[in-house]
């Protein structure tokens, strides 16, 4: 295990840095960040002055090594709109985020499991059809279409939900957070809905393919041989092995799901780091820009080495080292 995890750390290492080049390398194709710093009656000569102090008219091998520098010491540069340090303002901005994903993570785990199961234990009912039918709209629906029509029917026509805005928080050990106030949990409701349907149907099929290839296999049909309890069969076996891919798959789209709030907190004007990185790019805050693609690989690699130490608990048979036995 403690080599697995050296391992894992060393390759960590080296695709963060392959993030932090190329998030660096971008920058001067974002635009002038001089243009939202200084106003239109600043002289050429004062531009070129605060750029020398800036450090943007250095070479890029000088400007990326002195990032690195920073870096390794945690800063990630200052925000030129904030004034303030880039990673302190996406860690304000995280924990909003991150009740998203939390949301959107509880739907999809408790819908596409029960669902999936339900669908390959009964594939010719009438429900699994409805079950696959909607999954197969949801895939071609695209989130922010999702998060419009949700906003339309339960904010505009029916008024039961809010449709913009964080909410009410309330700070709990230092976690400012929604999710401990009434107002905030109905903030919540749509843009989890939203999130959710990106990944819910996804689940749901592969759930439900994974599930029918174990019904399939050798092992359950000695079970049933055995005439053991259908439901044991169901629930204590063959649920358990479709589990592996379902995790390896989710512990994925669990870091996607992070880069996929762009939208969904564009539209319902979450305060997260994805309507954080859309305003960063709209003010051409370098800083703050590389920073969070930084953060967002970070959260990448670190759930992938959790899923992978995760796979000796649901299949002991997963030899995580690579050795032979």
């Known amino acids: 295990m403690l080599t697995f995890l050296v391992k894992r750390l060393f390759q960590a290492l080296i695709v963060m840095f392959v993030i932090?080049?190329?998030?660096?390398?971008?920058?001067?194709?974002?635009?002038?960040?001089?243009?939202?710093?200084?106003?239109?009656?600043?002289?050429?000569?004062?531009?070129?002055?605060?750029?020398?102090?800036?450090?943007?008219?250095?070479?890029?091998?000088?400007?990326?090594?002195?990032?690195?520098?920073?870096?390794?010491?945690?800063?990630?540069?200052?925000?030129?709109?904030?004034?303030?340090?880039?990673?302190?303002?996406?860690?304000?901005?995280?924990?909003?985020?991150?009740?998203?994903?939390?949301?959107?993570?509880?739907?999809?785990?408790?819908?596409?499991?029960?669902?999936?199961?339900?669908?390959?234990?009964?594939?010719?009912?009438?429900?699994?059809?409805?079950?696959?039918g909607f999954s197969s709209i949801g895939i071609s629906i695209p989130v922010f279409l999702t998060a419009i029509m949700l906003m339309y029917v339960f904010s505009i026509e029916l008024g039961w939900l809010p449709s913009y805005g964080r909410g009410d928080t309330s700070d709990i050990l230092g976690w400012d957070s929604g999710l401990f106030t009434l107002d905030g949990l109905a903030h919540l409701v749509l843009p989890c809905i939203s999130l959710a349907s990106i990944m819910l149907p996804l689940f749901i099929r592969l759930v439900r393919s994974e599930m029918l290839e174990v019904l399939g296999s050798e092992y359950i049909k000695f079970c049933r041989a055995k005439g053991l309890a259908m439901n044991k069969i169901y629930y204590q076996h063959a649920l358990k092995n479709t589990m592996l891919p379902v995790l390896t798959v989710g512990g994925v789209q669990i870091g996607t799901m992070v880069a996929y709030t762009i939208l969904t907190e564009t539209v319902f004007q979450w305060p997260g780091t994805g309507f954080l990185f859309l305003e960063a790019i709209n003010r051409v805050d370098t800083p703050l820009i590389t920073a969070y693609v930084i953060f967002v690989g970070l959260i990448f690699v670190v759930t992938n080495t959790i899923v992978d130490l995760l796979y000796g608990l649901v299949n002991p048979t997963v030899n995580i080292t690579g050795k032979g036995a």
Do not use: W
Request: net charge negative; glycine share 6%; no cysteine.
């Open 20 to 132: 932090s080049l190329v998030a660096f390398s971008i920058q001067d194709n974002l635009g002038d960040p001089l243009r939202e710093l200084v106003g239109q009656s600043v002289s050429e000569s004062e531009r070129q002055a605060l750029r020398d102090e800036l450090g943007l008219n250095d070479p890029f091998t000088v400007k990326y090594s002195r990032f690195v520098v920073d870096a390794l010491h945690g800063d990630l540069g200052t925000s030129y709109f904030f004034k303030k340090p880039a990673a302190e303002v996406i860690l304000d901005k995280l924990p909003a985020t991150l009740e998203l994903v939390f949301g959107a993570t509880l739907i999809i785990i408790f819908l596409s499991i029960p669902l999936g199961v339900y669908s390959a234990i009964n594939p010719k009912s009438i429900l699994t059809k409805v079950i696959m």
